[in-house]
């Protein structure tokens, strides 16, 4: 008998998830929501059960991990009530609010001696494995500086509800799409110490509310009787130990180009290397012969999600530590921490 899973929340990645355990195999057992019709729904699809208390499902017996997919806010009680319950977690990123509730997370893992895994599902992006090979074998040679880009024109999501809303988030774009880019720029370069930040984020279009301007929104519909203070963008340089640095931008909205693309660029002193997170497209540049050369590997797309999973089971099953652990949770957590706290302050900070 395989790992069998429990899905906490059943919103859009609460979906996602079941479809990823489906493509890998892997037995959805029970889906649990607040809203008990949104989970009768998902269980329905994954011929689970349902329920509308989370604890209930950390209860069965049934159960043997759990996928929390609930909003920004509950993830660190769920992770920690899981483990207390004795189930292994993959919670969705961000792991928690704030780097110090991420390290009272790893601290129940420890002393529970649960898996721990972090939803930093483009990891598993035929581009990042790729990517990784050719930094493992020494292709790129000394990593110096790192871009990365992830533009939206115009995508608040559900603008008004719980993603726009800081209490539940814990923040706009940074946190929601800037936690992906940290975590692979540093896993990409081998977890480099970040030791200090200059940042500022913006808050120009969503706060508008109804003056806002989109063409669709994913999310839900707008609710202008809701809150939204959260930013639209956050640009940062991020220095790390030694000599290297990283550029960061992330937008849902902007006075930008609608091709504007998003990527991952790394510079060695050998060669650099060019990704499309999101996708399976992967570029290197660099010299052959005195002729600079560009190299453009085939690679065959996967379903980034399916891989996780697989990951996630494979690492339950066999107890063995995920490479998307706790503890990349809680340094990718500081670097955001450290990003609000510069734009605040107006000046460069240190990461503790």
């Known amino acids: 008998m395989g790992v069998r899973l429990g899905i906490i929340g059943a919103g859009g990645i609460g979906r996602t998830h079941v479809k990823a355990a489906a493509a890998a195999g892997v037995e959805v057992v029970c889906v649990a929501d607040l809203n008990a019709d949104a989970a009768q729904s998902l269980a329905v699809s994954a011929g689970a059960d349902a329920v509308d208390d989370p604890q209930k499902l950390l209860d069965s017996p049934k159960v043997d991990a759990?996928?929390?997919?609930?909003?920004?806010?509950?993830?660190?009680?769920?992770?920690?009530?899981?483990?207390?319950?004795?189930?292994?977690?993959?919670?969705?990123?961000?792991?928690?609010?704030?780097?110090?509730?991420?390290?009272?997370?790893?601290?129940?893992?420890?002393?529970?001696?649960?898996?721990?895994?972090?939803?930093?599902?483009?990891?598993?992006?035929?581009?990042?494995?790729?990517?990784?090979?050719?930094?493992?074998?020494?292709?790129?040679?000394?990593?110096?500086?790192?871009?990365?880009?992830?533009?939206?024109?115009?995508?608040?999501?559900?603008?008004?509800?719980?993603?726009?809303?800081?209490k539940i988030s814990g923040g706009g774009p940074l946190i929601d799409l800037g936690v992906h880019m940290i975590d692979l720029v540093m896993y990409l370069m081998g977890q480099p110490m970040p030791k200090r930040v200059s940042g500022k984020t913006h808050a120009q279009f969503g706060r508008r509310m109804r003056g806002y301007v989109y063409e669709g929104m994913w999310g839900g519909p707008p609710r202008y009787d809701g809150v939204c203070d959260v930013e639209d963008a956050a640009h940062a340089l991020i220095r790390f130990e030694g000599s290297a640095t990283f550029e960061l931008n992330v937008t849902w909205a902007g006075n930008l180009p609608d091709d504007m693309t998003s990527h991952i660029l790394l510079m060695g002193d050998k060669a650099g290397l060019a990704i499309n997170p999101g996708g399976s497209e992967l570029r290197l540049f660099g010299e052959d012969q005195g002729y600079n050369v560009d190299v453009t590997p085939k690679l065959v797309g996967v379903q980034h999600f399916e891989q996780q999973t697989r990951q996630f089971v494979y690492n339950v099953e066999t107890r063995t530590p995920p490479h998307a652990s706790g503890e990349c949770g809680q340094k990718v957590q500081g670097v955001i921490d450290a990003i609000y706290e510069s734009s605040k302050k107006n000046q460069e900070v240190g990461i503790g």
């Not at 660190?76 to 390290?103: N, Q, S, Y």
């Open 66 to 166: 759990v996928v929390i997919g609930t909003p920004n806010a509950s993830h660190k009680d769920l992770t920690i009530a899981a483990m207390r319950a004795g189930k292994d977690v993959l919670v969705e990123k961000p792991m928690a609010l704030c780097a110090a509730d991420c390290r009272a997370v790893n601290a129940v893992a420890a002393k529970t001696d649960r898996i721990l895994q972090v939803g930093f599902a483009f990891r598993y992006t035929a581009a990042a494995v790729a990517a990784r090979k050719f930094i493992e074998a020494g292709r790129l040679g000394t990593i110096y500086h790192a871009q990365a880009s992830w533009y939206r024109r115009r995508g608040i999501p559900g603008l008004g509800g719980w993603f726009t809303t800081k």
